[in-house]
């Protein structure tokens, strides 16, 4: 099963050297995701989704969140890049997880 989810969150650094970028998944979604991947999760519980920025699409994996409950999307440079967003912007996401891998 493949489901798609739209939301909209803040693009947030996280503290440290290696510069990584991230969109916390929203509560809502993060359920949904966790319920129809339970089969399909790898990993550390990662989830493999395709993710979508303003126009700009990569494959990546969403990956559990002990901090918030919820899900992390990293967004590499050049999405970030192509995007023209950085830490502290709102962004409009669209996931697409594959059920069963």
Request: aromatic residues 10%; hydrophobic residues 40%.
């Amino acid at each position: 099963m493949t489901s798609s989810y739209s939301f909209r969150a803040e693009l947030w650094l996280y503290p440290g050297e290696a510069g990584w970028h991230f969109v916390t998944v929203p509560p809502d979604v993060a359920e949904d995701i966790r319920e129809e991947a339970a089969a399909s999760r790898r990993a550390f519980g990662s989830v493999k989704v395709t993710a979508e920025i303003a126009g700009h699409t990569w494959q990546t994996s969403v990956f559990p969140d002990s901090r918030s409950g919820s899900f992390l999307l990293p967004v590499k440079k050049d999405i970030r890049a192509a995007a023209q967003v950085s830490a502290g912007d709102k962004v409009d996401v669209r996931l697409t997880a594959a059920g069963d891998g």
